[in-house]
């Protein structure tokens, strides 16, 4: 589906297929289709305002909120809404101008807006992380946006290590159930909240060979349970964060598993080679709500990887794929 387009993420909502696409003649937009990938429409005018002094670069998530509310994270720090399925969006100007872009960055992957996550039963209270912004809460349905981010390191920035925003957000999800908790995988960490973001712990150095990592997923039956993927964060030829490959740490295709909250970590990773450096990317693991919990992530490397059972085992789903850019479980 979709031959020469890069997907950086899919879903499904309400029996469509959304996917947020990039091509280098047609830019980035969103592509839609209702008769199960057979064919596609794009989303056209997708754009942000020349007041803006801003060129949109890439799609990089699309989020389905309620009713027909969708959300389109995009570079650079960009956010937009469509209240009509996917036929027309707008930017949100009130994220765009935030008070505190000048103090933005990008990446290594651009400034993107990667992580959307719309409250089960409040369409007003909306998370979003941009990396390298933070998290940002609204709780107006998208009118005002507030940095959630105490306690969230950004080590690379030797002025100030504590910084209101600026820090690089890998991922954020918010648990289905348990009221006020998110959990997030940094540059600088691995991280939980159980406030709404007003302050985040930091969980690490009990297991997890590495802080660094891109993906998270959690598991909506058990609050406490959470899996990551650590990789080397290297530093490039000049020494500069940012730089370098990113794999596996130690060699070792390793998901790791917290069933205490994040208190203690463990190894997770019967039948995945022991020997793989590999990358895996922020949109490349996801989880279902089936009981148990089903887990499933993609290495850039073109396998993707299924444990039907919280971790206990994987099984390698698919090999020789193109580079996995985004792995994504809905109903079907």
């Not at 499904?12 to 280098?24: C, E, I, S, V």
């Not at 809460?137 to 009118?143: A, K, P, Q, V």
């Not at 058990?222 to 596996?248: W, Y």
């Not at 080679?273 to 490397?301: C, H, N």
Request: charged fraction near 25%.
């Amino acid at each position: 589906m979709l031959n020469g387009w890069e997907v950086f993420h899919a879903t499904r909502h309400d029996g469509t297929l959304y996917a947020a696409a990039n091509n280098f003649v047609y830019g980035a937009t969103v592509q839609r289709s209702g008769d199960g990938g057979k064919t596609w429409e794009r989303s056209e005018g997708l754009g942000l305002p020349e007041e803006t002094e801003l060129t949109l670069e890439k799609a990089w998530h699309v989020e389905p909120g309620h009713g027909d509310t969708l959300w389109l994270g995009a570079a650079p720090g960009a956010l937009f809404r469509s209240d009509d399925r996917g036929e027309t969006w707008e930017p949100v100007m009130s994220l765009i101008q935030h008070e505190t872009r000048e103090r933005w960055n990008p990446g290594a992957g651009g400034m993107c807006t990667h992580s959307i996550q719309v409250h089960p039963t409040d369409p007003n209270t909306i998370y979003i992380g941009i990396s390298a912004a933070g998290v940002f809460l609204s709780e107006d349905d998208g009118e005002s946006w507030t940095p959630r981010n105490k306690g969230t390191a950004a080590d690379f920035n030797e002025d100030d290590r504590f910084p209101e925003v600026g820090q690089c957000v890998h991922k954020v999800l918010l648990h289905p159930t348990q009221e006020g908790r998110l959990w997030q995988q940094n540059h600088c960490g691995v991280y939980r909240t159980d406030d709404k973001g007003e302050n985040w712990e930091r969980l690490e150095d009990n297991g997890l060979p590495s802080s660094f990592g891109f993906p998270i997923a959690i598991n909506h039956l058990k609050p406490d349970m959470a899996f990551v993927i650590p990789e080397d964060s290297a530093r490039g030829s000049e020494g500069e964060v940012g730089g370098g490959d990113r794999v596996t740490t130690g060699g070792r295709l390793g998901v790791y598993r917290t069933e205490d909250g994040g208190r203690s970590w463990e190894l997770a990773s019967n039948g995945l080679p022991e020997q793989a450096w590999v990358e895996v990317l922020r949109e490349s693991m996801a989880s279902d709500r089936r009981d148990p919990v089903g887990i499933y992530f993609g290495t850039k490397s073109g396998s993707v990887f299924v444990s039907p059972n919280e971790g206990d085992e994987w099984i390698e789903a698919a090999r020789h794929l193109p580079a996995v850019l985004s792995v994504e479980v809905a109903e079907w």
